[in-house]
């Protein structure tokens, strides 16, 4: 059975539902196919801690935080930027308030009520939704094949349609829909495709077993972590049983990522006591242990202990720890070597997807016109902090917007 429509959106997050919203209001028949029996679950679980929607920071330092992509993306967030987005969830009568981190977040926390408010006024306006449709191919310029799961019934079916809008995410949270599979049946239709990568993920590190099994799930607080010759990011991360992951990990991903890919490794430096002087260390360190431990007489002295110290017992050789300047030296400028990134399924987002030279300025695949994608589908990634969420809905609009060009024109 083939069914005919006239723009299929294949994916259900906030970059497809948003270009849903952007061709329904130009007049346009919409059908939004969703894999899982619902949309919007990623959005869901990024809502679980607090939906952290956008960031409040001015217009450059926001296009700066999407790195080598910030001139592809400055279209995008011209057209929808952080101030829209608050208007747009007003909008949805969601008011938003900006956290002490300069983080926007609806003022009651919570991502379920502005995803129920804004598909409802979706299917209000007209827009019709598919849910336990998973697209498997794209088999014709525009044609679809989806499966499709009733009870436990799964069948194939064909969509035809007059233009596609692509938003299926990227590599993460498979067990969510985002599973990547797209990539290879696009790929075979010569859509020029980037690998896709972890992006704001975890590292591994060679832990000792002693210091795994003690210290997994410890968070390490008030750090600074440095890579490169970049000055260091000041927050907090967590030591897992296979290495460290967290906010500071996940805002120097990218370049540690890519320092693997170059060199096999690559290098945190951690400042275990940022507020205090490396002299004033030393001096406290030199003071008389007495019949103390190491572990004690560094509490008493400079009041690091637990999974701090246990870093020092890890990397700092035992014949120094009786010396102050070296334990100094190592609080201030302790160095742990990463050897691998976590697995992109527990990566909070992926790198990589259609490269931009695939695309044109509507996000229309050069190879088949009336096909576009949108999303993390597409070759860019930025830091947590609202930047991921913005984007995507920045390339809906811009998808949804390029498909009633497209249809107004073909």
Request: net charge neutral; proline share 4%.
């Amino acid at each position: 059975m083939t069914l005919a429509v006239v723009l299929a959106i294949v994916g259900g997050g906030p970059a497809g539902l948003m270009a849903a919203e952007a061709a329904r209001k130009a007049g346009i028949e919409v059908d939004v196919y969703e894999g899982k029996g619902s949309v919007g679950r990623k959005f869901l679980i990024a809502g679980k801690g607090g939906l952290n929607l956008t960031h409040s920071e001015e217009f450059a330092a926001f296009l700066a935080r999407y790195g080598s992509r910030s001139n592809e993306l400055r279209p995008w967030l011209e057209t929808f930027d952080n101030n829209a987005i608050r208007e747009w969830a007003r909008g949805l009568n969601v008011d938003t308030m900006v956290g002490t981190s300069g983080r926007v977040f609806p003022t009651d926390l919570k991502a379920a009520p502005l995803l129920r408010g804004w598909v409802r006024r979706l299917r209000d306006q007209g827009v019709r939704f598919h849910v336990n449709h998973y697209c498997t191919a794209l088999t014709a310029a525009s044609d679809l094949r989806f499966r499709t799961l009733a009870g436990e019934i799964a069948s194939d079916i064909q969509v035809h349609a007059d233009a596609v809008v692509f938003a299926m995410g990227g590599g993460s949270w498979p067990e969510l829909g985002s599973d990547g599979a797209w990539a290879d049946w696009l790929n075979a239709r010569n859509v020029d495709i980037a690998p896709l990568q972890p992006a704001n993920c975890g590292f591994d590190v060679d832990w000792s077993p002693v210091f795994s099994q003690r210290f997994a799930g410890h968070p390490l607080k008030s750090v600074v972590v440095a890579a490169g010759t970049d000055a260091g990011i000041r927050g907090e991360f967590v030591v897992t049983a296979t290495g460290v992951e967290g906010s500071v990990i996940y805002a120097l991903s990218s370049k540690l990522r890519e320092t693997i890919q170059r060199d096999g490794a690559a290098r945190i430096v951690l400042d275990l006591a940022p507020d205090r002087e490396r002299e004033q260390l030393q001096r406290a360190l030199a003071k008389p242990r007495g019949g103390k431990s190491f572990t004690e007489h560094l509490r008493r002295t400079t009041g690091i202990e637990g999974v701090k110290a246990g870093l020092l017992h890890e990397f700092v050789p035992k014949s120094d720890l009786v010396d102050a300047a070296k334990v100094a030296a190592a609080i201030k400028a302790l160095s742990v070597t990463l050897t691998r990134p976590r697995p992109i399924a527990e990566a909070i987002s992926s790198a990589g997807g259609v490269r931009f030279q695939a695309l044109d300025d509507n996000l229309m695949l050069r190879s088949l016109p009336g096909c576009f994608c949108a999303g993390e589908m597409i070759d860019w990634e930025a830091p947590t902090g609202g930047y991921l969420l913005t984007a995507c809905f920045a390339s809906g609009i811009i998808a949804g917007r390029g498909a009633v060009d497209w249809l107004s024109r073909n």
